[in-house]
């Protein structure tokens, strides 16, 4: 592959969480990373055969890390392959990936681990990197080994849309992951609670005859991972939090210095249950969207900093398991691509400012996960989105990049666009 030009990104605001940065000015960037970052850099004199950028009127931020996306690859590649879902990230402005482990195999061996990471290198252009599965098969049984997936490129464990029933193997996962300094992301479920239900529980499922998944479903589980979380002084991160109740939960336990973190899916965010009216099955998830109050009060958790992460939940399902009656069809939406343009939603509605949006999107999933990424620090690869804050324009589920188009976004309109993406320099995608 022929050496990348030096590029200068010319005139733009700099949004850079990691050192609460918001400034004007140019970034230069040279043999794939950042090599400046000054008020104007071509005064000084750049390096022969820069490419020059005009970005005014444009942000650039870190690329974003998105910490929770099902691939479904291997064994699922009609839904997703990395390929694919590399090219759909790179067009939302998302530099790295984080993918789950409920593949076919299951990512529970150093083996598939590796595979992963190869066939990611060959065929994705963004960075991507696995979680591998908690239990084995993730069957909430068994533990996997840990050490030896970590030593083979997994960031974190995880049973993906599973939750681990027993106790006993949460409390000695969380001791075990401890030994290596891992993260335990979980699914807080309690299944014989969520039994058949496909909404929120309450006077809205009533009225659509739906069966409902109670809020206390979520919050017991979560109060009792908080609890062995206290007990053992193991790394702890909840995968998607949507209610009131579990945020009491977390506050509790960061007020006693706990080390548990958590994040929020940019559906729970921007989605209530009450875009469920008329059984539109592409706004059927797990877990559920709740109602309004619960929807506030996630946004005021991550406008506060008590919820870390704001992911995607990208979750492919192709078109047989989605065009069915509501009751029967398959829980999921796709994501990856409009997560920054529904969470550029609540920053023009007045609820969360940009630095705190892509710090919860890029610089704290990065720092949980101990990867290089969410800075636009000088010499740290140069992995960063450029976006249009104040472009309007109305989504097309046709133009999107991934293989399957069950986006709850369809037809609606945003307002900030993500114009290029570069990922160790390179441009990998460009809005034309």
């Known amino acids: 592959m022929p050496d990348l030009r030096p590029l200068l990104l010319a005139r733009a605001r700099i949004l850079d969480p990691s050192r609460d940065l918001d400034t004007h000015g140019d970034i230069l960037v040279a043999d794939g990373v950042i ?3 000054a008020g104007d850099l071509s005064a000084a004199g750049l390096p022969e055969g820069t490419e020059i950028v005009d970005c005014r009127g444009l942000v650039a931020i870190p690329g974003l890390v998105d910490m929770r996306a099902f691939i479904g690859e291997p064994g699922a590649e009609h839904r997703e392959t990395l390929a694919s879902a590399s090219q759909a990230a790179a067009a939302g402005g998302v ?15 150093p083996a598939i681990v590796d595979f992963v990471l190869r066939r990611a290198r060959d065929t994705a252009v963004v960075n991507v990197h696995p979680m591998a599965a908690l239990t084995k098969g993730l069957a909430g049984r068994e533990m996997t080994e840990i050490g ?5 490129g997994a960031v974190a464990f995880t049973d993906g849309t599973r939750s681990v029933p027993s106790a006993q193997v949460m409390r000695r996962a969380l001791i075990y992951a401890r030994d290596f300094d891992a993260l335990i992301v979980h699914h807080t479920e309690d299944a014989s609670l969520t039994g058949e239900g496909v909404m929120n529980e309450g006077e809205l499922a009533s009225r659509l005859g739906l069966a409902g998944v109670p809020r206390a479903a979520e919050t017991i589980v979560f109060e009792r991972d908080v609890r062995l979380a206290a007990m053992t002084g193991g790394r702890y991160h909840a995968a998607s939090l949507t209610c009131a109740d579990s945020i009491e939960v977390l506050r509790r336990a960061r007020g006693a210095g706990l080390n548990v973190t958590a994040s929020a899916s940019i559906n729970h965010l921007t989605l209530n249950e009450r875009d469920v009216v008329g059984y539109r099955t592409f706004f059927k998830l797990s877990p559920p969207l709740r109602g309004e109050d619960d929807r506030l009060a996630l946004v005021q958790a991550v406008a506060d900093g008590l919820i870390d992460v704001v992911v995607s939940d990208h979750n492919p399902q192709d078109v047989e398991v989605k065009r ?3 009751s029967e069809a398959a829980f999921g939406a796709i994501g990856i691509e409009t997560m920054l343009a529904a969470g550029l939603r609540l920053v023009n509605g007045g609820a969360i400012d940009l630095m705190t949006l892509i710090r919860a999107m890029s610089t704290r999933p990065a720092q949980l996960l101990g990867l290089e990424a969410g800075t636009l620090r000088p010499g740290q690869r140069a992995d960063i989105a450029l976006i249009a804050p104040d472009e309007a324009w109305i989504l097309d589920a046709a133009t999107l990049k991934s293989r399957c188009r069950n986006t709850p976004f369809d037809e609606a309109r945003f307002e900030g666009r993500v114009i290029r993406t570069l990922v160790a320099g390179r441009t990998v995608y460009e809005y034309v």
């Not at 530099?95 to 061996?109: A, H, K």
């Not at 030896?148 to 083979?152: E, I, P, R, S, V």
């Open 35 to 37: 090599k400046d970052i």
């Open 95 to 109: 530099t790295t990936i984080i993918c789950q482990p409920d593949t076919d195999p299951v990512i529970d061996d």
């Open 148 to 152: 030896l997936l970590g030593a083979a």
């Open 324 to 326: 069915l009656p509501f």
